[in-house]
């Protein structure tokens, strides 16, 4: 169902690979409520993705960058505007990726060069982003910045690794230029923090199928599925959202505010009793 959220609004959606990421369904979300947006995402994901069919059926233009280098985002907002005819109204970060994880170095065994790299690419690059747009005056007034961050940020949730150490800076670089930006130019800019979601990037992390099936259990709602959070980053890109800013939002079906659920509760049960029974047996 379309309520026309987005109808005149402009944007850059940063970060969509295939039919399973959130910016893609954020994409597809933006174009049904009536935006019109450009596409970025690094070379090598354009080349072994499939951004080209999501722009086609989107009518959007594609626009290469590395999100860590600030003279690709300046080409990147300076083209966007060129295409879409004047600033832009919203703006989607949707990036991550770490090669600790990508090669099993656990928390306690960081490769640093690789923590530098999480770092960078997963939480600085917002910065990089939030700096380049506003220097260049590239998003309107009541303007919205969004990006994805998880609660691996606040908690230690196992096999996240040193991406929660990223979603902390990400949350912290929102609420510091969010202050700036809003003062200034109006402009409100805030955090997602997303069910763990089963995307191309989100099912290298370890234990994610246990992962999901316990906060499931442990969220009232249950989990929050990609399209869902689509949806609610067209809400909070539209005109009904524009008192909210230096937010970190939880969508998480109640997660983040859970100690014990039933359902959670009864899993474990059974796995006591199952291992109780195990212990009682003589295996000798």
Not at 50 to 72: F, H, N, P, Q, Y
Not at 241 to 252: E, W
């Amino acid at each position: 169902m379309s309520y026309n959220l987005l109808k005149g609004k402009k944007g850059i959606i940063f970060g969509a690979l295939d039919d399973k990421s959130i910016a893609w369904k954020v994409a597809e979300q933006a174009h049904a409520e009536g935006a019109i947006f450009t596409l970025s995402n690094t070379e090598t994901a354009l080349r072994f993705g499939m951004t080209s069919e999501l722009a086609e059926k989107t009518g959007s233009s594609i626009i290469a960058a590395d999100a860590t280098s600030v003279d690709d985002l300046y080409n990147v907002f300076e083209k966007s505007m060129e295409i879409l005819g004047g600033k832009v109204d919203f703006v989607l970060h949707s990036i991550g990726m770490s090669l600790n994880v990508r090669k099993k170095r656990v928390y306690n065994d960081l490769n640093y060069s690789y923590l530098q790299k999480t770092l960078d690419i997963s939480a600085i690059s917002f910065h990089k982003m939030l700096q380049v747009a506003y220097k260049l005056d590239a998003i309107n007034e009541w303007g919205s910045v969004i990006a994805l961050s998880y609660i691996a940020a606040q908690r230690v949730l196992y096999g996240y690794n040193d991406m929660a150490d990223a979603k902390s800076l990400l949350e912290s670089i929102a609420r510091s230029f969010g202050y700036i930006y809003g003062r200034e130019k109006k402009i409100r800019v805030n955090t997602i923090s997303q069910s763990p979601t089963m995307t191309t990037a989100g099912s290298g992390v370890k234990g994610i199928d246990g992962l999901m099936d316990f906060t499931n259990r442990m969220s009232p709602l249950g989990n929050a599925d990609a399209q869902e959070c689509a949806n609610y980053c067209v809400a909070m890109f539209s005109d009904l959202t524009r008192k909210v800013t230096m937010q970190n939002l939880f969508h998480d079906g109640g997660f983040s505010s859970m100690g014990m659920s039933l359902r959670a509760m009864s899993m474990y049960n059974k796995s006591l009793e199952a291992a109780i029974k195990l212990d009682d047996l003589d295996l000798d």
